[in-house]
């Protein structure tokens, strides 16, 4: 597939997704979005992809949304609608990431500000090359958090520390989002994308019928009581229990083997 702001490969499973429009952080555009959503759209039916990989060319992982390509006369309007691209694009882009089946890694080996923070944060597993930088700058341009920025960021930093980088605006690196809970790992910068293929093929093994039910899980408990996650967890353990991924599991354990998971 040939696209212009978005380049794709796809090798042993792995899905690899990388803006490209390094020139502005790989913020952005219309175009761009609508790259996106297509590759994730047909990426999710394919089911020798059991991992997604998001990463950005050059120095930044995204900027967010490019402002420059907003008219200038489309903002004067006083009847214009900053929620507009939110309801187009990005809240889309949100839940598709969020209810995807396969694992879906943000690899941010760079600025991830404002939108592209809360794209990285709805990833499964967040990877960040140490020099990256998280920053919800929405408060620089008048703006508040969107990509589901006031949802996520609060449940894995806690209210207090998601209220003040909200507020603030400030720079928070890789070293102490990973202190916070923020993100997974931090992968030193000479031998990120070696880390990052390493976690991408260690995902592959793992049984693909279970990554998706742990998955949708954890997005249920968000929102369940406790009964009404241990009847979830019951019922999921059903369904997991008739795949042919624990039958495989079972056995290699019986056997003293790896398991040859699909």
Known sequence: ????????????????????????LNSFNEQMHQEVAQVLTEWEKIEQIKVIVISGMGKGFCAGQDLSARKPEAIEDPNYDAGASLARYYNPLILKIATMPKVVVAAVNGVAAGAGANIALACDIVVAKQSALFIQSFS?????PDAGGTWILPRLVGYARAKALMLLGNKLSADKALEWGMI???????TFQQQVDELAQTLVMQPSSSMKLIKNALSLSQQNSLQQQLD???????????????????????QKRQPNFD
Request: hydrophobic share 40%; aromatic share 10%.
């Open 1 to 24: 597939m040939d696209f212009q702001h978005i380049l794709t490969h796809v090798e042993q499973h792995v899905a690899y997704l990388t803006l490209n429009r390094p020139e502005v």
């Open 140 to 144: 620089k341009v008048g703006l508040i």
């Open 184 to 190: 997974w790992d931090v992968y030193a910068d000479a």
């Open 232 to 254: 979830l967890e019951r019922d999921l353990q059903c369904e997991a229990g008739r795949s042919p991924n624990y039958k495989e599991g079972v056995q290699a354990f019986m």
